[in-house]
C-alpha cells in the first residue's frame, strides 16, 4: 500500500484482553481505504518492526447500533469475531465516549450487547450471538494418534479437545494440523486443547486462526471449550476459564435436559466476562508501514 495517501501521525490506542492484545483505531471519520485495511493490518501488528498486536480494530460509526467495527488478524485476514477484541474495543468505545455503559456494536457475526460491569472500565460483559454447527465426537487422528474433537462455532469456528494436561500438548504442531485439515476447510478452524479442573474450571491453550500460532487466550475459543464441556456433562455453568496468560474468563450460560438430551438453552443467552486492559495510547508514523 502507499503510506503516503495516509494522513500521519495515526493516533491508536493499544488493549488488552486476557494476555490477546489489540490495536484499536477510531475510524469514524474514514481515512484508510477499504481496499488497503488488510494491509494496513498486517504491516502495524508486525511486531518489532512496528506497533505490533494480535489484531486491528477500527471503530467505525453504523446505522443500527452505537458503532461497528472492522476486525482484523495480524496476518490481515478478517476475522467475523474476537471474544477478547470485543472487550476491548467496549471499553475504548466507553472511555471514548462513542458508546454507554450498556452498548450495541455491529460485527461480521452479528449485533454484539456488551456491558460495563466495574467504575474503573476494566471488566467488560459481552452477549454473543447464538452458536451453530454443532458437531460433537468427531474421531480424527491428529499427530498420528486418534482423537476425538469436537466443533462448535461461537462466532468463528472452533474445535475443543478434551486433554488430561493442558501444559504438555504440543499446541503448535497439533493446532496447525487441526487449523488447516481437510475436515473444516475451506475457512478452517481454531483448535482449543482443554483441561477439566475441578470447581466448573478449565484451562484452555489456543491455535488461533490468522494468527497462526499459540496466543495467551481466546475468548470465542474459551466460550467454546465452555459449551463443549458442559454439553458434555463434564461442566457446569458458570464455567471459569483459566487462560495461557494466567487470567480468567467467566462465561455465563444455562443447560437443559440430562444425558444425549443436554442441550443449550439459547434464550437466556450466552456471556463472556473478562478483563479489558487499556495499556497504552500513541501515534504512528509512516515508517510503522515500511518493510
Request: net charge negative.
Amino acid at each position: 500500500m502507499n503510506s503516503e495517501e495516509l494522513k500521519f501521525p495515526v493516533s491508536f490506542a493499544n488493549l488488552n484482553g486476557t494476555g490477546n492484545d489489540f490495536s484499536i483505531i477510531d475510524h469514524r471519520e474514514k481515512f484508510i481505504r477499504e481496499e488497503d485495511q488488510s494491509e494496513f493490518a498486517r504491516l502495524v501488528c508486525r511486531r518489532r518492526f512496528a506497533v505490533g498486536a494480535d489484531g486491528l480494530i477500527l471503530i467505525e460509526n453504523s446505522e443500527t447500533a452505537h458503532f461497528k467495527w472492522q476486525f482484523y488478524n495480524g496476518d490481515g485476514s478478517r476475522a467475523e469475531m474476537c471474544g477478547n477484541g470485543a472487550r476491548c474495543a467496549a471499553r475504548f468505545a466507553y472511555e471514548k465516549n462513542i458508546a454507554p455503559a450498556a452498548m450495541r456494536f455491529e460485527t461480521t457475526a452479528g449485533e454484539i450487547e456488551a456491558f460495563i460491569i466495574k467504575k474503573e472500565g476494566r471488566a467488560v460483559k459481552i452477549r454473543l450471538t447464538s452458536p451453530d454447527d454443532l458437531r460433537l465426537n468427531i474421531p480424527l487422528s491428529i499427530g498420528n494418534v486418534e482423537q476425538t474433537l469436537h466443533f462448535i462455532n461461537t462466532g468463528v469456528p472452533h474445535t475443543v479437545i478434551l486433554v488430561n494436561d493442558a501444559g504438555m500438548v504440543p499446541v503448535a504442531n497439533w493446532g496447525r494440523e487441526i487449523r488447516f485439515h481437510e475436515t473444516f476447510q475451506p475457512a478452517g478452524t481454531n483448535a482449543n486443547f482443554a483441561q477439566v479442573l475441578p470447581g466448573d474450571t478449565l484451562m484452555v491453550r489456543t491455535y488461533e486462526r490468522g494468527v497462526e500460532g499459540e496466543t495467551m487466550a481466546c475468548g470465542t475459543g474459551a466460550v467454546a471449550s465452555a459449551l463443549v464441556t458442559a454439553l458434555l456433562d463434564y461442566a457446569n455453568p458458570p464455567v471459569t476459564v483459566i487462560t495461557s496468560g494466567g487470567e480468567q474468563l467467566t462465561i455465563h450460560f444455562s443447560v437443559i435436559g440430562e444425558g444425549t438430551d443436554r442441550h443449550l438453552n439459547l434464550d437466556e443467552g450466552i456471556f463472556l466476562e473478562g478483563p479489558a486492559h487499556s495499556i497504552y495510547e500513541g501515534t504512528m508514523g509512516p515508517d510503522a508501514l515500511q518493510e
